[in-house]
Nanobody, 129 residues
Framework: QVHLGESGRGLVQAGGSLRLSCAAS????????LAWFRQAPGKERDFVAA????????YYANSVKGRFTISRDNAKNTGDLQMSSLKSEDTGVYYC??????????????????????WGQGTQVTVSS
């Protein structure tokens, strides 16, 4: 089991920026696929962005494409989500997640919450309009 911890929670005005970070335990972080999901009150957990273990290939939900950037630093066992041009609909609890094994079907699985096997506790992001 990989232990994950998010940081960077905050309240920001619409149009502003915020950076979330995810720190992971373990020695094999470079082999993990990393993703961010978010959950608004009363809604399901939605995919935000994903990055694979080494290429790095990145994937984004259409709603954040062009505004959010996912990145990772394998040397530091961290992953970041840089969020810009924030909108009120970006409000929610943001979770980082990892999959601790590779898959040849990564492209098809990257946006699926059920594929990830370790999750952080979540961090609140509130965007005021």
């Amino acid at each position: 089991q990989v232990h994950l911890g998010e940081s960077g929670r905050g309240l920001v005005q619409a149009g502003g920026s915020l950076r979330l970070s995810c720190a992971a335990s373990g020695r094999a972080f470079s082999n993990y696929a990393l993703a961010w999901f978010r959950q608004a009150p009363g809604k399901e957990r939605d995919f935000v962005a994903a990055i694979d273990w080494s290429t790095p290939r990145t994937y984004y939900a259409n709603s954040v494409k062009g505004r959010f950037t996912i990145s990772r630093d394998n040397a530091k066992n961290t992953g970041d989500l840089q969020m810009s041009s924030l909108k009120s609909e970006d409000t929610g609890v943001y979770y980082c997640a990892v999959r601790s094994s590779r898959s040849a079907s990564y492209t098809a699985l990257a946006s699926s919450a059920g594929w990830y096997d370790s999750w952080g506790q979540g961090t609140q992001v509130t965007v005021s309009s």
